[in-house]
């Protein structure tokens, strides 16, 4: 019963409190906006990005670092993750994957298939396995040589969109960005953010109970996949 009287006299002081003459609204307006505007400027990043590029310009010129251009690409990787999951767990429940649960041949594929001693992978961790490289090195070619209408991962001072992204630089989105619907950046760093806190608790849940994240993807979806 002491929980329950806690939240009846918060309550009962939260609406006392409506009632009673609030002060003068001038004193009360540059409080409240000069509180928002700290949160939302998040002037710490501001003040770390700035630190980073007085001591390390080479590196900070190129996009490393603190910045809005490092936080928009960990949001792709992100949302990127979550499209191969769930396309994994569709392979997986509609049997795309071939013979998924047969082990494969230690004297065929040598120390490469071995897990720890004489364990070796199955034919479904390894396709995966090699469709995350694949990926990866996809991803990798196109950072060092990226195509002329694709946003580099590496900034070149020789590129023509060089100049905007370290002006968007400059000009974090803060705690709480504007919501812009659409095609915008401020709905592509929303689903970034939401990507990369979304894949922590995945790996947080799988680290509590011992399951595959491949398995909680498809209890969370209702058993959609398979």
Known sequence: MAPLRTLAIICSVGMASAFTTPPAPVALKPAVASSVTSLNSFDGFKE??????????????????????????????????????????????????????????????????TISGKTTLTNERSIVLIANVHCFMVGLMATIAPNG????????????????????????????????AGLTEEAEMYNGRLAMIGIIVLIGFSCATGKDMIDIINEWVGGAFY
Not at 153 to 166: A, E, G, H, I, K
């Open 48 to 113: 770390s990005s700035a630190q980073f590029e007085a001591e390390y310009p080479n590196f900070s010129k190129y996009g490393w670092g603190p910045s809005v251009h490092a936080e928009v690409w960990n949001g792709r990787h992100a949302m990127f993750g979550w499209v191969f999951m769930c396309a994994t767990a569709y392979a997986k429940g509609h049997g795309l994957i071939p013979n998924p649960d047969t082990l494969l041949d230690l004297k065929e594929w040598g120390t490469l298939a």
């Open 149 to 180: 209408w694709s946003d580099p991962l590496l900034l070149d001072p020789n590129s023509p969109s060089y100049d905007r992204v370290v002006e968007r630089n400059k000009n974090p989105y803060g705690v709480v960005p504007a919501f812009k």
